[in-house]
């Protein structure tokens, strides 16, 4: 089975001459083995106009139009006995019919219709796969098509109208192509991801990796990658997930972030069916280094790094890359020593001086580092990279399907490249999207330049997208797991917002989350209310007024309360209003403050009960609390703002100048007297204020900090 992967923004005089011929092939041969796949993208690869890619388990990826048809073709014989030549001649001018300009069209247009003279088909008496490329290159192309329809080519003309109306399959074809990828984003919109990419070879088994770095912290772009591993191996097929670290630059990685790792998968519900290391394949990555050395697929490199990214940015040829095969084994030896001269030197595969796409530009493949391994101490002094050692060990592994991000689309051909040098089993790739957000950084490095320079508090800071970050925050598993999978395997790459993610969590932490009161602590005001009993008293309320399965808590009443300055405030003259948890009571008296410059403050009131009133008529129902009967517990409530200022970081931005200056605001307030019996971890809601996650338990002496969690209603992440 082969795939075809389509860019489906891309310019269609490009894809659909392809697109039509796999068509073809179906319409003639019931076991035509090509699926296509679409990607809501311009290009398959960033900075490379590249609209189609053909894959396959025996051959590196096709990406160059007419290739891409002569390689289909090959996989039918139904055609075979056409003027296979002459057909081929033909379908490789199909190219030639890509610009968008009328200019460079003209002269192959010409050529066309001077060769339709006299002629019902491009090759002989009988549709050949020329005339569908042909037609589909033309078709897909504005300008030529504009002139197809204004008939000023009369014999293309003629021809292009025959083939449509003699092979009713076209027009529902075109169709159906331009509308595939608007569909796809409507069912997933609807019902959520759609997971049904027909990965290949799943009936041989499944067996994934996630292979995170232990240089940081895992971040919620990890978690994506772990959980649709995760999702692919054990829910979709019964497979096998391994975790891989990924540990090959000992200068970033160190065992507290590995240990890390594995305690955030275990939080996540992901459990690894075995767990790695690269650095457990050392000795066989050496022996494949020698291998391609040996081969005369790989060289020494001592070009310094700005030279040598001038040179393969420009497709300059490092002075190098012809050394003699014993030079190339002597610096991999001196290499090995980790002295001064080894450091000076890299390995590069020989991949290719020119190729468009820069991945394929002679990657480095091993560097020198005496740096000690925090796995195997100072047994190595080289190591390799990570494109060199991730198909090797892939296909040692095991590993049948590669699913990784869309940033390393430029890099497939490196992968495909290793393993084809060296000989391995193949594996085969999916990509999907990162997923990205609003004002949120996800690269590690600058994670860690806010973490050594104080910026947050650490790796679990609530401002962070780590999963420690935002678990500390208040989300919870679940929502976090159903957010991911939601967004699925696909390869949209957006910005999403943070108010989608928590608006996720709320559902979960609604029906479970216990009601408490808090008052904020600055200039609260003392209602005295008449009509209540002279000794204060307690009565037991549930937690939850629609779940009763989280029990009951004290809620004291007293003569005298205190009030939200807020909600005093809002408050008229003998206006009913509901007490919550109490009933109504009428404002007799509002005190105002003498200071001029603080009028408005209220400074006490006078309310009395009425609590045969009507809830359902009041327009207030305030919360509140009562000063006797239970002690009331201090808290500091604590909000949190995002780090960055502007939405999407582009590459040139220097973050240090969209740095938010304040992100976090404390509320000093008194909490009823149940908080004290909170515990670290626990999701509550105080009513009318929101939920929080008890970040630090009371202590006499020592107040409760609760974090706010974000419900998806606000507009910004505070």
């Given at each position: ?282 000795q066989e990555l050496h022996d494949y280094c020698i ?151 996800l690269s590690k490095r600058k994670l860690t330049k ?26 919870t598993i679940e929502a976090l797991r159903e957010f ?235």
């Open positions: 089975m082969s795939t075809l992967n389509v860019a489906s923004k891309a310019n269609q005089a490009t894809t659909l001459p392809a697109l039509l011929v796999v068509q073809y092939a179906k319409e003639n041969d019931p076991n035509a083995q090509v699926r296509i796949e679409f990607a809501d993208v311009e290009t398959l690869q960033s900075g490379e106009h590249i609209a189609l890619e053909l894959s396959s388990t025996s051959q590196s990826p096709v990406h160059v139009p007419s290739k891409v048809i002569r390689n289909i073709l090959e996989m039918h014989k139904f055609w075979r006995g056409m003027n296979e030549e002459l057909i081929y001649e033909w379908l490789d001018r199909v190219d030639w019919f890509a610009p968008t300009d009328f200019k460079s069209v003209e002269g192959p247009l010409l050529e066309l219709d001077s060769h339709l003279t006299l002629r019902s088909y491009v090759v002989g008496y009988t549709v050949t796969p020329a005339d569908f490329a042909l037609w589909g290159a033309i078709r897909g192309n504005k300008v030529a098509y504009a002139a197809v329809k204004k008939g000023a080519m009369l014999n293309v003309t003629r021809w292009f109208k025959f083939v449509e109306e003699t092979n009713s399959w076209i027009a529902p074809a075109v169709q159906s192509l331009n509308a595939h990828a608007q569909e796809r984003k409507v069912a997933r919109s609807k019902e959520g991801a759609n997971y049904d990419i027909a990965l290949p070879d799943t009936e041989k088994g499944v067996v994934t990796r996630f292979p995170p770095e232990p240089s940081g912290y895992l971040h919620i772009g990890h978690a994506k990658a772990a959980c649709l591993n995760d999702y692919f191996a054990h829910e979709m097929y019964q497979g096998t997930l391994i975790c891989r670290f990924d540990d090959t630059n000992p200068s970033k990685e160190k065992e507290e972030f590995q240990n890390a790792i594995v305690e955030d998968l275990a939080l996540m519900g992901i459990k690894p069916d075995k767990t790695t290391n690269t650095s457990n394949y050392f291998t391609l050395l040996k081969a005369s697929k790989a060289y020494a490199d001592d070009t310094e790094r700005e030279t040598m990214q001038h040179e393969r940015m420009h497709g300059i040829a490092s002075k190098r890359r012809d050394a003699t095969i014993e030079d190339n084994l002597a610096r991999f030896d001196e290499m090995k020593k980790g002295n001064d001269e080894g450091v000076r030197w890299c390995i590069r595969a020989k991949m290719s001086v020119d190729n468009p796409n820069k991945a394929m530009r002679d990657p480095v493949i091993y560097r020198c580092n005496p740096q000690p391994h925090h796995r195997t101490g100072d047994k190595w002094k080289v190591y390799p990279t990570y494109d060199f050692a991730c198909p090797i060990v892939d296909s040692i592994e095991g590993i049948t399907h590669a699913l990784r991000t869309i940033e390393y689309r430029d890099r497939n051909p490196q992968y495909y490249w290793m393993l084809e040098a060296l000989n391995l089993r193949k594996v085969h790739i999916w990509d999907f999207a990162r997923m990205n957000f609003i004002r949120t950084l806010f973490v050594e320079s104080g910026v947050v508090w650490g790796w679990d800071d609530p401002r962070f997208p780590t999963i420690r970050g935002i678990r500390r925050r208040g989300m991911i999978l939601k967004q699925g395997p696909s390869r949209n790459i957006v910005n999403l917002d943070w108010t989608l993610f928590w608006a996720t969590n709320k559902k979960y932490i609604d029906p479970v989350a216990p009601r408490h009161t808090a008052v904020t602590k600055e200039n609260a005001v003392t209602a005295t209310v008449k009509g209540a009993r002279v000794a204060p008293y307690t009565e037991d309320k549930p937690k939850h007024g629609k779940n009763p399965e989280l029990g009951t808590k004290k809620v004291a009443y007293s003569s005298e309360i205190l009030i939200d300055q807020a909600d005093a405030q809002a408050f008229a003259q003998d206006e009913e209003i509901t007490l919550m948890n109490w009933g109504n009571a009428i404002v007799r008296s509002i005190t105002h403050s003498l200071n001029p410059l603080h009028r408005s403050r209220v400074t006490s009131l006078e309310l009395e009960l009425h609590l045969q009133g009507d809830v359902k008529k009041t327009k207030q129902k305030i919360t509140w609390l009562a000063t006797q009967g239970q002690e009331l517990i201090p808290v500091e409530l604590v909000d949190f703002d995002y780090l960055i200022t502007k939405e999407k970081l582009e590459e040139d931005d220097n973050v240090d100048d969209f740095l938010n200056p304040e992100t976090v605001f404390r509320t000093e307030a008194l909490a009823d007297g149940n908080v004290a019996e909170l515990k670290e971890h626990d999701v509550i809601q105080f009513e009318r204020k929101g939920y929080f996650r008890v970040d630090r338990a009371f202590k006499h002496g020592e107040k409760a900090v609760m974090f706010c969690i974000p419900t998806g209603k606000e507009s910004k992440g505070k």
